[in-house]
């Protein structure tokens, strides 16, 4: 049984950070690249960060500077590290496995395999 479960998000004030983490099981984590998204209210699901099998990462431009993605193999599971938080920021973040080595030009949602619950960031 596949699963990947975000958490870590929760309500800041503009200027904060957050650590997202996402614990996948159920499937072979080393075989698949793993991406971050997010989806605010009223606007299309955006790929914001990507993370390959062997830990290479990306982030899209809109966040970069700010936004990292790490992993720690042993556990399973891949972290969104968020700096300098802006309200523009806010929605919910899910992340994703695509079964391939990188996810770094892979930016529908519709090509990964596996998706979260997603976790709620709000900036103020």
């Known amino acids: 049984h596949v699963q990947l479960v975000e958490s870590g998000g929760g309500s800041v004030q503009a200027g904060g950070s957050l650590r997202l983490s996402c614990a996948a099981s159920?499937?072979?984590?080393?075989?698949?690249?793993m991406g971050w998204f997010r989806e605010a209210p009223g606007k299309e699901r955006e790929k914001v960060a990507s993370i390959s099998t062997d830990g290479k990462p990306t982030v899209a431009d809109s966040v970069k500077g700010r936004f990292t993605v790490s992993q720690d193999s042993a556990k399973n599971t891949v972290y969104l590290h968020m700096l300098s938080l802006k309200p523009e920021d806010t929605a919910m973040y899910y992340c994703?496995?695509?079964?391939?080595?990188?996810?770094?030009?892979?930016?529908?949602?519709?090509?990964?395999?596996?998706w979260g619950q997603g976790t709620q960031v709000t900036v103020s």
């Open positions: 159920g499937y072979r984590f080393a075989s698949y690249c």
């Open positions: 994703a496995a695509r079964r391939d080595t990188y996810c770094s030009g892979i930016g529908r949602p519709s090509q990964y395999n596996y």
